[in-house]
């Protein structure tokens, strides 16, 4: 009885493994993306939240699954903008979901105006 338990488990925990890194690849991975960021933060400035011009957004702590619609919006030319569509284009998918896992990540900076908790 035990014998034949055992594969079962094992089988069991190899079809759950593969569903977490399903998850963490759809996830995306905030190491890999922190690695393939550099560019983005010489707009952006650092943790996504320091841009280098006033009209440039904030993207740290902002919804990993905003960040990366906006990145495939631009990719795919649904939004055409002089900067940003060349850099998405460059861009694979799971680089979109690394770099959005990464700056979703960051400390936010992000609120509604008038309506910041004290
Ligand atoms: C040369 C400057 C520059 C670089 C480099 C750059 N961005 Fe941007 N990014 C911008 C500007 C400007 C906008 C605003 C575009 C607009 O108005 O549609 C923007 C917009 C965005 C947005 C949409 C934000 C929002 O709130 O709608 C995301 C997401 C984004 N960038 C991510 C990235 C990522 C990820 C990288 C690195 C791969 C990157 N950017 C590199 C300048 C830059």
Known sequence: MKARRLPSAAAAAVVALAALQAQAIQRGDPQAG???????????????????????????????DYLMVMLERYRSG??????MTNIAE?????????????FAAQDGDLHTPGRRLP
């Not at 649904?78 to 900067?83: A, G, K």
């Open 34 to 64: 922190a690695e393939r960021a550099d560019e983005c933060i010489a707009c952006h400035g650092e943790g996504g939240n320091e841009p280098i011009d006033p009209t440039y957004p904030k993207i740290g702590g902002q919804h990993a």
């Open 90 to 102: 460059a861009l694979s998918d799971r680089e979109i979901r690394d770099l959005s896992a990464y």
């Open 78 to 83: 649904e939004i055409q903008h002089e900067i």
